[in-house]
């Protein structure tokens, strides 16, 4: 015979204590008199309850936001805590004050790419339903039924994306939906579920996913009613075998996979784009040649204060030995910077100059005219200086640039997001990202510099003495 479980009732006093709101990284950054001083405060039935008071313990990421909404997108790396977070809602909208009242929901679905995998990950996983609840009021699985009944009369029905016929009948006022962006069928049961979703005052539902670019995270991050949380697999680094977290850094870090796997950032192409991720994923190095030229170059912004646009500067090598077809570059730095003033970026390219022993500082002058080169004087008077000026819109501009990768002849080193980011969003149409692309203007200067300019003059037909 199974002994009785002992109630835990949560004590109103534990949710409203100001030294509780704070939170544990509040308690574990005290000294120890502090922490022990906290704990000796609190009554034998809140010690019981704290360990399942998720908003002690949640970081930042994993709480719902305080605005109105009707979808909760929570994107996060491997291990940022998504699974947890996705648990402790449900959890919070199906209990009540004691084991058997009732709460906010009564019916909920999740949903996951299979039902296998809604059973190990969001029930029976180590950050699931089951883990996460107090032993009063843990939910019992029902195999046969595909469902999780808790002591209070709540359910929650588990789904399979490769089955979106499923959820047309039934109907639910919360869900769960877990990895929303490799679904198979994502879209299909996506919509199916919107229609289940009509029970109570308010049906709500959340998303746990790594992104991916695909068009149903896409378009329900655009929806006025959706907000969103994001937090890299960093951020539950206190959780995470420390192994894990090197090995995984040292192979992924700067690299397409990892931003999307580790930083938990959504990557998308633009439409026409001149450059891809996969594209740029490809060409990634880890280790340079003897180059034969070093440049850095700059795209000042227009004017400098704190508000300006960023100063795009970029630094690349070339070898440019032997025939022109031969020739290759590499992107070797991107030290950008948003400077108060105009001295503020100019220092900062006469370090990388120095950094990576550059032979020129290439410099747009359509904003600054003479101002760009007294500026630089005023620091170095002798560093070696050429001034360029744009005749063509950016995006003619970088069109020879993103034939010279097309072709195979351009190599970046790893952590160039940022760079990157603003790559993938220029178009044959222009620029279609937020602000100045400053550091792709940056890019493009360096690479005409280097190969583009003195490819055409090699190339440049020459008259015969008659």
Same mark, same amino acid.
């Given at each position: 015979?199974?002994?009785?479980?002992?109630?835990?009732?949560?004590?109103?006093?534990?949710?409203?204590?100001?030294?509780?709101?704070?939170?544990?990284?509040?308690?574990?950054?005290?000294?120890?008199?502090?922490?022990?001083?906290?704990?000796?405060?609190?009554?034998?039935?809140?010690?019981?309850?704290?360990?399942?008071?998720?908003?002690?313990?949640?970081?930042?990421?994993?709480?719902?936001?305080?605005?109105?909404?009707?979808?909760?997108?929570?994107?996060?790396?491997?291990?940022?805590?998504?699974?947890?977070?996705?648990?402790?809602?449900?959890?919070?909208?199906?209990?009540?004050?004691?084991?058997?009242?009732?709460?906010?929901?009564?019916?909920?679905?999740?949903?996951?790419?299979?039902?296998?995998?809604?059973?190990?990950?969001?029930?029976?996983?180590?950050?699931?339903?089951?883990?996460?609840?107090?032993?009063?009021?843990?939910?019992?699985?029902?195999?046969?039924?595909?469902?999780?009944?808790?002591?209070?009369?709540?359910?929650?029905?588990?789904?399979?994306?490769?089955?979106?016929?499923?959820?047309?009948?039934?109907?639910?006022?919360?869900?769960?939906?877990?990895?929303?962006?490799?679904?198979?069928?994502?879209?299909?049961?996506?919509?199916?579920?919107?229609?289940?979703?009509?029970?109570?005052?308010?049906?709500?539902?959340?998303?746990?996913?790594?992104?991916?670019?695909?068009?149903?995270?896409?378009?329900?991050?655009? &929806?006025?009613?959706?907000?969103? =949380? #994001?937090? $890299?697999?960093?951020?539950? @680094? !206190?959780?995470?075998? /420390?192994?894990?977290?090197?090995?995984?850094?040292?192979?992924?870090?700067?690299?397409?996979?990892?931003?999307?796997?580790?930083?938990?950032?959504?990557?998308?192409?633009?439409?026409?784009?001149?450059?891809?991720?996969?594209?740029?994923?490809?060409?990634?190095?880890?280790?340079?040649?003897?180059?034969?030229?070093?440049?850095?170059?700059?795209?000042?912004?227009?004017?400098?204060?704190?508000?300006?646009?960023?100063?795009?500067? &970029?630094?690349?090598?070339?070898? =440019? #030995?032997? $025939?022109?077809?031969?020739? @290759? !570059?590499?992107?070797? /730095?991107?030290?950008?910077?948003?400077?108060?003033?105009?001295?503020?970026?100019?220092?900062?390219?006469?370090?990388?100059?120095?950094?990576?022993?550059?032979?020129?500082?290439?410099?747009?002058?359509?904003?600054?005219?003479?101002?760009?080169?007294?500026?630089?004087?005023?620091?170095?008077?002798?560093?070696?200086?050429?001034?360029?000026?744009?005749?063509?819109?950016?995006?003619?501009?970088?069109?020879?640039?993103?034939?010279?990768?097309?072709?195979?002849?351009?190599?970046?080193?790893?952590?160039?997001?940022?760079?990157?980011?603003?790559?993938?969003?220029?178009?044959?149409?222009?620029?279609?990202?937020?602000?100045?692309?400053?550091?792709?203007?940056?890019?493009?200067?360096?690479?005409?510099?280097?190969?583009?300019?003195?490819?055409?003059?090699?190339?440049?037909?020459?008259?015969?003495?008659?």
């Amino acid at each position: 015979m199974q002994e009785p479980v002992a109630q835990l009732v949560v004590p109103p006093s534990i949710s409203t204590r100001p030294d509780l709101r704070l939170g544990a990284a509040w308690i574990a950054s005290e000294p120890v008199e502090v922490q022990q001083g906290f704990l000796d405060s609190l009554s034998e039935t809140e010690l019981l309850a704290l360990p399942y008071l998720f908003e002690f313990w949640a970081m930042e990421h994993q709480l719902p936001p305080e605005e109105d909404w009707k979808t909760w997108v929570i994107l996060g790396g491997r291990g940022a805590g998504k699974t947890r977070a996705g648990a402790e809602w449900v959890r919070a909208m199906v209990e009540g004050a004691g084991p058997l009242d009732t709460g906010a929901a009564r019916r909920v679905a999740l949903v996951g790419e299979t039902i296998d995998q809604v059973r190990e990950v969001m029930v029976f996983g180590e950050s699931g339903l089951i883990a996460c609840a107090p032993p009063d009021r843990r939910p019992v699985w029902e195999a046969g039924r595909r469902r999780l009944v808790w002591p209070n009369g709540a359910v929650a029905q588990a789904f399979s994306a490769h089955d979106p016929e499923s959820l047309r009948g039934p109907q639910f006022d919360a869900a769960w939906v877990d990895e929303l962006a490799k679904w198979r069928n994502a879209q299909e049961t996506w919509d199916m579920l919107q229609f289940a979703l009509r029970l109570g005052d308010n049906p709500r539902q959340v998303v746990t996913t790594t992104p991916r670019n695909v068009g149903v995270l896409k378009q329900l991050l655009k &929806v006025s009613s959706t907000v969103q =949380t #994001s937090a $890299p697999t960093e951020a539950n @680094r !206190a959780n995470l075998a /420390d192994s894990f977290l090197q090995e995984v850094e040292a192979r992924y870090a700067g690299t397409r996979l990892g931003r999307q796997e580790l930083d938990g950032t959504l990557l998308e192409d633009a439409e026409g784009a001149l450059w891809t991720r996969a594209q740029l994923d490809a060409i990634r190095v880890d280790k340079l040649p003897e180059l034969d030229r070093i440049v850095v170059a700059v795209d000042p912004p227009v004017s400098g204060h704190a508000g300006s646009d960023e100063c795009g500067i &970029v630094v690349v090598g070339a070898c =440019t #030995s032997g $025939p022109v077809q031969d020739w @290759r !570059a590499w992107v070797l /730095d991107d030290v950008s910077v948003r400077a108060a003033s105009p001295d503020g970026w100019a220092r900062v390219a006469l370090t990388a100059m120095e950094t990576w022993g550059a032979d020129r500082l290439v410099a747009e002058v359509n904003q600054g005219g003479d101002l760009v080169q007294s500026v630089i004087n005023q620091i170095d008077p002798m560093v070696p200086y050429k001034a360029v000026r744009a005749s063509r819109g950016k995006a003619a501009r970088a069109e020879p640039v993103a034939a010279l990768y097309e072709q195979g002849r351009i190599s970046h080193m790893r952590d160039l997001g940022p760079l990157e980011d603003q790559m993938c969003e220029m178009t044959q149409k222009g620029f279609v990202g937020k602000g100045s692309p400053d550091r792709v203007d940056a890019l493009v200067w360096a690479l005409h510099e280097l190969i583009v300019a003195p490819a055409a003059h090699w190339r440049r037909p020459r008259l015969r003495n008659l």
